[in-house]
């Protein structure tokens, strides 16, 4: 069974940035396309950013030019860079492999919490 850990999150000011780290316990990470969730207090899950195994990235509208989705395949690992944070990203972060369809993997990481507050 896969193991995800997410870790980064933090507090922050609106304006700031974060980077949110993803270490995947599975060989051949690099065979498998990478995705972001967040799930903020009352709402569903959202994708927020997603990256093939080639490296094609594509992001929900609404951190378009803000976020940045990457990977590190020698280390098993996703990354989220997240700049000019805004209130409206508190959210709780998770990562998994993207099927095209949803997440591919049925086991999640704990997440790590954003929060974007003055």
């Known amino acids: 069974q896969v193991q995800l850990v997410e870790s980064g999150g933090g507090l922050v000011q609106p304006g700031g940035s974060l980077r949110l780290s993803c270490v995947v316990s599975?060989?051949?990470?690099?065979?498998?396309?990478m995705a972001w969730y967040r799930q903020a207090p009352g709402k569903q899950r959202e994708l927020v950013a997603t990256i093939s195994q080639g490296g094609y990235t594509n992001y929900a509208d609404s951190v378009k030019g803000r976020f940045t989705i990457s990977r590190d395949n020698d280390k098993n690992t996703a990354y989220l860079q997240m700049n000019n944070l805004k209130p409206e990203d508190t959210a709780v972060y998770y990562c998994?492999?993207?099927?095209?369809?949803?997440?591919?993997?049925?086991?999640w990481g704990q997440g790590t919490q954003v929060t974007v507050s003055s």
């Open positions: 599975r060989k051949i990470f690099g065979i498998y396309p």
């Open positions: 998994n492999s993207d099927s095209g369809s949803g997440p591919l993997w049925n086991s």
